[in-house]
């Protein structure tokens, strides 16, 4: 894929992805990038967004809950979404590969890769049921 030419709106984008770790929605990041650029437009962000996920400069993160979230952190890495509160973090583990292996034998295909998520109660939540 060829070099993107440079956009000071897109850096912007990339810092904010960069400096959060809540893998953001684009509305959150529209928001965010709006204190530097406050005449950037939604779409901006969107398209902007999209090239950065065509580049493999950003993850893009289908949830489940309708709306797309995005991860500046593009190294193979799980995560983890709270069924209570929503909030998806990152699981600090090692790479499982084996599971391309598992998923492979009696597929015709090769597989290349994965993406899993892990669901359940985050330590916050637990601890304010706890505490209920």
């Known amino acids: 894929m060829p070099a993107l030419k440079y956009s000071r709106q897109r850096e912007s984008i990339m810092n904010c992805l960069k400096s959060r770790h809540d ?3 684009a509305d959150m990041i529209y928001t965010a990038v709006r204190e530097e650029y406050p005449k950037i437009s939604l779409g901006t962000v969107y398209r ?4 950065l ?3 493999g400069e950003i993850i893009r993160l289908s949830c489940g809950e309708g709306l797309e979230r995005y991860d ?4 193979p890495h799980y995560h983890f979404k ?4 929503g909030e998806i973090t990152d699981l600090e583990l090692a790479p499982m590969e084996h599971i391309n292996v598992l998923a492979g034998s009696g597929f015709e295909g090769e597989i290349e890769g994965h993406f899993t998520f ?3 109660i985050c330590g916050k939540c637990k601890k304010d049921e706890k505490n209920s």
Request: proline share 5%; net charge positive; hydrophobic share 30%.
């Open 23 to 25: 893998h953001p929605t």
């Open 48 to 51: 902007n967004l999209s090239l």
């Open 53 to 55: 996920v065509e580049n």
């Open 72 to 75: 500046a952190r593009t190294m």
């Open 82 to 85: 709270c069924t209570k509160c």
């Open 118 to 120: 892990f669901y359940g």
